[in-house]
């Protein structure tokens, strides 16, 4: 299996390292924006909960746009913090065009499945966009296979693989309908962009030979066994022999 290498000119320029910046701060503006309403709520004890998802109620439709923003308590929102953090970065740095537009169907989309099928209850937190960013960015490494995306995807399997076992119907007290809706569009979102946001990669010398064939400089290893010895030269047969024969017999007439 090959895995292509990004140009290193290209992911150390300076347009790369303003995209990583960019994600990082649109990523720490959504994080400050949670806090912000999460400590709003504790300070003031407005109960913002009740503007949570609740499947099935037309009231409850707003929690489409307020869900990601509401957090139990401190336990809850720090639990989400960092890996939003990470699969906020990933995404948008690695991602941009593809992040533009699946952004929005991970972050509506995945309330939209919940109130459809979820139990009746208040559905709160930011688990859904954070299983559907994971789910985004390590699907996306698996199916580009460039060295930039699948070292994000191994991050991700390595910190968080065990989330998977968040879209089951485990634990009552967690929103696993939340978890499954997320990660199934982050899924889909991912295989529909596959082809974008592909990177320069980089190009060796010999892929430039014109004396090079398509199989690379491995091609040589044809001319010999597998004892490492050079082939003989396939022989010519003997209808092939009598014809170089008269050839010959003819022209030295």
Same mark, same amino acid.
């Given at each position: 299996m090959?895995? %292509?290498?990004? %140009? ?7 347009? *790369? ?6 994600a ?7 994080l400050a ?7 709003? %709520?504790?300070?003031l ?5 009740q503007?949570?998802?609740?499947p ?5 439709? @707003?929690?489409? @746009? ?8 401190l336990?809850? @929102? ?10 906020g ?5 690695l ?6 537009r ?5 972050y509506?989309g ?5 109130w459809?099928? *979820? ?6 937190g930011?688990?859904?966009?954070i ?10 490494g698996?199916l ?6 699948i ?25 696993w ?11 889909w ?15 060796y ?10 199989e ?13 010895r ?22 030295s007439?």
């Amino acid at each position: 299996m090959r895995f %292509d290498t990004p %140009d290193p000119d290209y992911v150390s320029s300076r347009r *790369a390292q303003g995209n990583f910046v960019l994600a990082f701060k649109i990523t720490l503006g959504f994080l400050a924006v949670i806090w912000s309403v999460f400590l709003f %709520d504790q300070l003031l004890n407005l109960n913002l909960i009740q503007f949570g998802l609740r499947p099935r109620d037309s009231i409850g439709l @707003i929690g489409l @746009i307020t869900t990601p923003l509401l957090h139990f308590n401190l336990s809850h @929102i720090l639990s989400n913090s960092l890996p939003l953090m990470i699969g906020g970065c990933f995404m948008l740095y690695l991602f941009p065009n593809s992040a533009v537009r699946a952004l929005p169907v991970i972050y509506i989309g995945s309330g939209a499945l919940a109130w459809l099928f *979820a139990r009746s209850n208040i559905h709160i937190g930011a688990s859904g966009l954070i299983y559907g960013l994971l789910a985004f960015v390590f699907v996306s490494g698996v199916l580009r296979r460039d060295m930039r995306s699948i070292g994000a995807a191994l991050v991700i399997w390595f910190m968080y693989g065990s989330m998977i076992w968040g879209v089951l119907p485990a634990a009552p007290e967690t929103s696993w309908e939340l978890h499954a809706s997320g990660f199934v569009l982050g899924v889909w979102m991912a295989i529909a962009y596959r082809q974008w946001d592909r990177p320069p990669m980089k190009r060796y010398d010999w892929e430039d030979d014109e004396h090079t064939t398509d199989e690379g400089p491995l091609a040589e290893w044809r001319d010999y066994d597998v004892e490492g010895r050079r082939k003989s030269p396939p022989a010519v047969g003997v209808d092939r022999q009598r014809q170089i024969g008269t050839s010959a017999g003819r022209d030295s007439n």
